[in-house]
């Protein structure tokens, strides 16, 4: 079997076991990814202006992190938010304007996107959905190479890109291949790390 195919079977039944654990318990995971991200949406730090800042999210599918929650405080802080759209198969993703109570259509691979007239926006700060993280900002995906096609799209721009996971989702150690993307950050209920050593760390608190 393939090695990143077995991780990924494994690491979807942890996330599927964490999400479970989630939908028993008083505190929500999802909200404590606000409270851990409070170093970007209480200080902002240096040149990080939330009330200029584009931050693309997305809205979470099956045992998906939820980061509506956080979006909304980003939101309420002045930020302009947007969401994912798959325009083809083996393109990077685009993105369009949204704001929380928005409507939203189904769009490709069970997915939910802003209606076509919303504007189409380039993110300064993406918020990621994974399967699998390491150590070291390695992310294991669905498989389908959307968000590493995106990343390689605007690896010229200032793009800050950060991962939301359950705890039982950061591992060690992940393969990476060629075409794999590393992630700047990753916030999850109990933590913020960052990776990049560069002005990028600026936006992120060293947990």
Not at 2 to 30: G, H, M, T, V
Not at 116 to 143: E, W
Not at 168 to 196: N, T
Request: proline share 6%.
């Amino acid at each position: 079997m393939n090695i990143k195919k077995d991780l990924r079977q494994k690491l979807y039944r942890k996330r599927s076991q964490a999400f479970q654990n989630d939908q028993n318990s008083e505190d929500c995971a999802a909200q404590k990814l606000v409270d851990m991200a409070a170093p970007i949406i209480e200080r902002p730090v240096l040149h990080l202006d939330l009330s200029e800042t584009v931050i693309a999210g997305y809205i979470p599918i099956g045992s998906e992190i939820d980061p509506r929650p956080l979006l909304t405080e980003f939101y309420k802080r002045g930020a302009v938010l947007c969401m994912p759209e798959v325009v083809e198969k083996d393109a990077p993703l685009q993105f369009r304007e949204w704001s929380p109570g928005d409507l939203l259509i189904s769009g490709a691979l069970g997915t939910l996107q802003p209606l076509s007239t919303a504007r189409t926006l380039d993110p300064d700060v993406m918020l990621l959905p994974l399967v699998g993280v390491d150590q070291k900002g390695v992310r294991l995906g669905q498989g389908g190479g959307f968000y590493d096609r995106t990343i390689e799209k605007y690896s010229g721009k200032d793009l800050l890109t950060i991962g939301l996971a359950f705890e039982a989702q950061i591992v060690e150690d992940l393969p990476k291949d060629i075409h794999d993307q590393y992630l700047d950050g990753l916030i999850s209920p109990s933590c913020c790390k960052v990776w990049a050593e560069d002005r990028k760390a600026r936006y992120l608190k060293q947990s």
